[in-house]
């Protein structure tokens, strides 16, 4: 399975362990793994479209730099060829990943998942700044986390 994310907040970028947050914590409740799936390697990969912190803007996080997923994204993919389970989480990653393919909004491209399972699923950011999208989107909790585990319970059988 390969998590496709962002790029490391600022306690992320400290620690050198990726979702080591309430992000982390909250995504790991979504997909239904303890820390000890989540961290192995063998099972699960951690790719996110920038490895360094990009720095604070207005609203939170700036975005990923652009010139990271260009200089080596296709290259680590490439050695990753048992994906079979793709989770992109926040608009950058669902933009590089899905390209067209992805709707209009973040929301749109997350509520359209069946399109893209089971081998790709759009997630919102695990974070607790989106507690007011979830909160605007029930049918995220009830429709697509039940699917979603359900298949990593498959993949990772």
Known sequence: MLIAG???????????VPFADASGDRLREWLGLDRTTFYDAHRVAILPMGFCYPGTGRSGDLPPRPECATAWR?????????????????????????????QGTLTETV????????????????????????????WFTHDVLPALRQEIRNQLA
């Open 111 to 138: 509520q359209a998942w069946r399109e893209f399972s089971p081998a790709v699923w759009p997630l919102p950011h695990p974070s607790p700044r989106n507690n007011i999208w979830l909160k605007k989107n029930p």
């Open 6 to 16: 962002q790029a490391p907040g600022r306690k992320v970028h400290d620690s050198g």
């Open 74 to 102: 296709e290259k680590i993919l490439h050695e990753m060829p048992a994906i079979r389970l793709t989770l992109v989480i926040g608009q950058y990653a669902m933009a590089w990943h899905l390209g067209p393919r992805a």
